[in-house]
């Protein structure tokens, strides 16, 4: 299928590992011209704290320069407390700041940033990268769970505020990836088992897979970035404001 995105410019935060690479690799395959922001350093990528404003305002100006162009901007990263957090008062009030800092100030920031070139070419899209557990109050990492509530929220608000100039913007939910994230959740958990009732990775995964998720497999940064790129084509020209959830079932919607 061609979705005619050839010698589209796209940047991707976070796109130097887990699914931001998978969403940075498909785009490439498609033909596009892709940018990478990320703390990690990586080919085609450039360093940027996401919560430093002016960090990702050079990054971004660099690549609009490079390209010639900024059609669609992907907000992939996301970090977790690393501590389990079921009850809440397990986790301190300090453990939040940072998380709410990544994965809801640094989207922000993205946004303001790239909002004036997707206007001025008056069309285009905008991605962030969500969770299931913004949607369901997932009481593991209360912090993560309510930056990525906070996220879609916010994406809602930026898909009014832009369709005017024939931008869309959407969020994009994974349920179960084996990312860095999702194995420090099953560290912390570990943390709190008695050495007995302790289980490996797999054991783990594998147990919660088949208990939340009614296809019961995992879901794939291939499956998510799919899914991104469909939602930067003109197939998707009429979906904005949403939550896809690649999820495996886990989050329905009447």
Known sequence: MNLELSGQGVVVVGGAMGIGRAIADTF??????????????????????????????????????????????????????????????????????????????????????????????????????????????????????AAKAGLINFMQCAAKDLAEFSIRVNALAPGMVKTSINQSVWQSVQNQCAEEDRQTYDEWADEKINKIAPLGRWQTPEECAAMSVFLASRLARNITGQTLNVDGGQVMHA
């Not at 010639?68 to 992907?74: E, F, M, T």
């Not at 008062?89 to 920031?109: F, H, I, K, Q």
């Open 28 to 145: 490439r395959a498609e033909g596009c011209q892709v940018g990478v922001l990320d703390l990690k350093e990586c080919e085609d990528g450039i360093s940027a704290d996401v919560r430093n404003f002016q960090q990702v305002q050079a990054g971004v100006q660099s690549f609009r320069e490079k390209f010639g162009r900024l059609d669609h901007a992907i907000y992939a990263a996301g970090m977790g407390s690393g501590k389990f957090g079921f009850p809440f008062w397990n986790l301190e009030p300090e453990d939040w700041g940072p998380v709410l800092e990544v994965n809801l100030t640094g989207a922000v920031n993205f946004a303001h940033v790239c909002t004036p070139f997707l206007r001025e070419q008056r069309e285009g899209s905008m991605l962030f990268l969500t969770s299931v557990a913004g949607q369901n109050g997932s009481q593991t990492d209360p912090p993560y769970s």
